[in-house]
């Protein structure tokens, strides 16, 4: 069949006539879809996925057709803002001048719906897993913020689901859409610094107030349009203050893992690709040190230490204590990477390109874009699902050796502590009924 190409303005002005579907899912035809757009529903529109709506709805190869949140609309989001499902419905109907955008509260709701291609998920890290793996058996792709899981096995069950579905999938570790950090692997895996053997991830501490909610932990009335026993899904019940949920949300181990975690999808992920073990992981897990939060809500590290240690004598250190971002210390000299910048010590270490024969990244310089490019070609993102697992478990790991004060001997291979039951089972945690991953 001869391709078919129609003006997009004509299409949609005799669509309308006709009081046919405006969008058509690309899905459906491919690229002779008569819309050319991927259709996409944002699940958890307060903090993140507010602030992602922007650079979708900027794509003109992507349509946003739904938002899903179990809050209606309220505070408790970035210093205090207003934000919630209906906000978010409002904003992307008034940005395409129509009402073709839908609020939901259950997202099962959204994933039943066939003319939607993707999903976006922004919900507290104890949502991740049971979302995804709906999402991705419903053959959504699927764009998911960091931290990739709340625990290692819900991370590998991810993973599973994830490849078994054969869907897209892009990790929010934003980092590897940032040139600083791709030049400085780069040179790492090019062996511009000699033989590695410290790598150096420094990330925030403390439990900084983003909602300004954390003084307001007295049990009261949950608020109208808040669906809080569908926010507390599968962690344990608890009772409802302001200080639990919205953006502060993970300060509370229940829902996340503090800062350990906040932060390990991003600079322990650039130090797995700069060592050249996004597949794997280390085999020990020494020295941990944490203060914890002294807080009615808030139980997560504050201040932590703890050293991953790999089969090729390379010892990663993760702490906030250390320089922020990633340090590479080799024996020729160091590389440093972090937000919009890079540094070397010798200067003289950033002076030649990378010959041709060398070894090349992934390169991708923008992160939303690289999705929806990888949506339509079917190729891999430049954050997959298997290596967010696997830097994400470097951060779950130094947790449960924080949390239990013992230092943990790890096979990557099997995904184990091993001599540590207690440890060990701290793999998972419970889930309450029904949402079991």
């Not at 049990?219 to 599968?234: A, K």
């Not at 020494?286 to 050293?307: I, R, S």
């Amino acid at each position: 069949m001869t391709k078919l190409t129609i003006n997009r303005r004509r299409w949609l002005q005799g669509a309308a006539a006709l009081a046919a579907p405006a969008i058509v899912p690309f899905k459906v035809f491919g690229a002779d879809a008569p819309s050319e757009k991927t259709t996409i529903a944002f699940i958890g529109v307060g903090n993140n996925g507010s602030n992602y709506l922007g650079p979708f709805l900027q794509d003109d190869r992507v349509r946003v057709v739904a938002v899903c949140d179990v809050n209606k609309e309220g505070p408790g989001y970035w210093d205090g803002s207003i934000r919630g499902r209906e906000p978010a419905r409002r904003r992307v109907n008034d940005f395409y001048g129509g009402e073709g955008c839908d609020g939901y509260e259950d997202f099962r709701d959204v994933l039943a719906r066939k003319d939607i291609d993707c999903v976006y998920i922004a919900v507290p890290d104890h949502w991740h897993a049971p979302i995804a793996i709906a999402a991705a058996r419903a053959k959504k792709d699927i764009y998911c913020q960091k931290p990739l899981s709340l625990t290692i096995h819900e991370g590998r069950r991810m993973v599973e689901e994830v490849t078994q579905a054969g869907v897209v999938w892009q990790t929010g570790s934003q980092q590897r859409s940032d040139s600083n950090f791709r030049i400085v692997c780069e040179l790492v895996r090019n062996g511009r610094i000699g033989k590695l053997h410290t790598v150096r991830c420094g990330l925030p501490g403390g439990i900084p107030d983003y909602g300004k909610t954390a003084d307001q932990t007295d049990p009261v009335p949950v608020p109208d349009g808040f669906n809080y026993d569908r926010w507390l899904g599968p962690a344990p019940e608890a009772y409802y203050c302001p200080a639990r949920v919205g953006v502060n949300f993970r300060w509370n181990y229940d829902y996340s893992g503090g800062q350990v975690t906040d932060w390990g999808g991003h600079h322990p992920d650039i130090a797995q690709w700069g060592m050249g073990t996004e597949l794997t992981g280390p085999i020990a897990i020494k020295k941990p040190k944490a203060k914890f939060a002294e807080h009615p809500v808030y139980n997560t590290a504050v201040d932590y230490h703890f050293e991953c240690v790999y089969e090729n004598g390379v010892t990663l250190i993760i702490s906030n204590k250390e320089r922020g971002g990633v340090t590479f210390e080799g024996e020729n000299g160091t590389l440093w990477a972090n937000r919009g910048q890079h540094d070397a010590d010798p200067k003289s270490l950033l002076d030649d390109p990378i010959p041709e024969n060398g070894i090349h990244l992934y390169k991708s310089d923008d992160h939303v874009k690289n999705f929806v490019d990888c949506v339509f070609s079917r190729q891999p993102t430049v954050a997959p699902i298997e290596v967010a697992h696997r830097s994400i478990t470097l951060a779950h790991l130094g947790n449960i050796a924080m949390r239990t004060g013992r230092e943990l001997t790890w096979d990557p291979v099997k995904e184990q502590i091993v001599g540590d039951s207690g440890a060990n089972d701290m793999l998972d945690r419970p889930h309450r009924a029904p949402w079991t991953v």
